[in-house]
């Protein structure tokens, strides 16, 4: 079975995450247009003034919706990356827009952007290359290092043969893809993103408790809350397996603060990918039968077949 990331991953990652940080907020409007090159949000943000905005009413906090997209939204990366899919690019970035609000800053280059609008080109541009990350990532994942080949040679990152004997080749183009990946993804969060304190309620109580105050990670834009949720995915090692069956994230964590943790050697999510595992591992007996004109019933009956 190939295995691909999917939400669920995302979803198991953020899980403990979540009992490690606290959330940053992002806003998105409740109106966005193309103008021109660029997508951009109908009325100003409500902590930041546009000369620009089309429509200046007053009330343009009434129009904006404050939410956490690192909680609420945990597969945001896996949605930038399938907009380079997509046949019609503005209307699908236009759509995500309406949803999450428009992603912001550059991978790149950092800075904070202008978190109201975002030219299209660029939009388009960050949606290829995570694009390009997520399936270096699952080349890896599925040890296809021909997928990684020509993804890296598409973005002229390919190794130098010639320094390699032939029995090498995959092992280095898999390494490559996975090192490539890494690094872009370790680039954009440190560009967009950073540790930050968050102080909770029992900071500010007659007697100030030290645990109130918390770690959390801030982001300059909803890009850099994509690619954290794709750096904690992909540095998760120490508390995530994978399932031998359907490749889906396995956690290793504490099931509760008190529970005993889950031991590294688990190979399956549950009894039913452990069977289904097993059951894939005899198909080959049963279809060489099948190769061989057998009927059903003496598929099931033979033990010992000539």
């Known amino acids: 079975m190939r295995r691909r990331v999917s939400a669920d991953d995302f979803r198991q990652v953020d899980a403990l995450v979540q009992e490690r940080y606290e959330q940053d907020t992002w806003w998105v409007c409740d109106e966005y247009g193309i103008r021109g090159d660029e997508i951009a949000a109908t009325y100003s943000p409500p902590y930041l003034f546009a000369p620009d905005s089309p429509r200046a009413t007053g009330e343009e906090h009434l129009h904006w919706t404050e939410y956490r997209p690192l909680k609420e939204t945990p597969d945001l990366f896996l949605k930038l990356a399938a907009l380079h899919q997509k046949p019609n690019f503005k209307e699908a970035a236009l759509a995500f827009s309406y949803k999450y609000g428009v992603p912001g800053g550059n991978s790149d280059k950092g800075g904070l952007g202008k978190p109201y609008r975002m030219s299209l080109p660029e939009f388009q541009k960050e949606a290829e290359q995570a694009w390009t990350i997520l399936k270096m990532y699952e080349a890896v994942l599925n040890q296809d290092w021909q997928a990684a080949k020509s993804l890296l040679s598409k973005h002229a990152w390919q190794p130098d043969e010639s320094l390699y004997a032939d029995k090498e080749l995959a092992s280095i183009y898999l390494q490559s893809s996975l090192t490539a990946a890494a690094i872009m993804v370790n680039t954009t969060v440190k560009a967009l993103c ?38 904690w995915l992909m540095t998760s090692g120490d508390d995530v397996a994978r399932c031998e069956y359907c490749g889906q994230i396995i956690s290793l964590s504490r099931p509760s603060p008190e529970g005993r943790k889950r031991r590294k050697d688990k190979r399956f999510c549950d009894d039913a990918c452990r069977q289904a595992q097993h059951r894939s591992k005899k198909k080959p007996k049963v279809a060489k039968l099948l190769d061989r004109d057998l009927t059903v019933t003496q598929v099931n009956t033979c033990k010992h077949p000539e």
């Open 194 to 231: 950073k540790p930050t304190i968050r102080f909770t309620e029992s900071v500010y109580t007659p007697t100030p408790d030290p645990a109130g105050v918390k770690r959390a990670w801030q982001f300059a834009n909803l890009l850099g809350a994509a690619y954290l949720q794709m750096y």
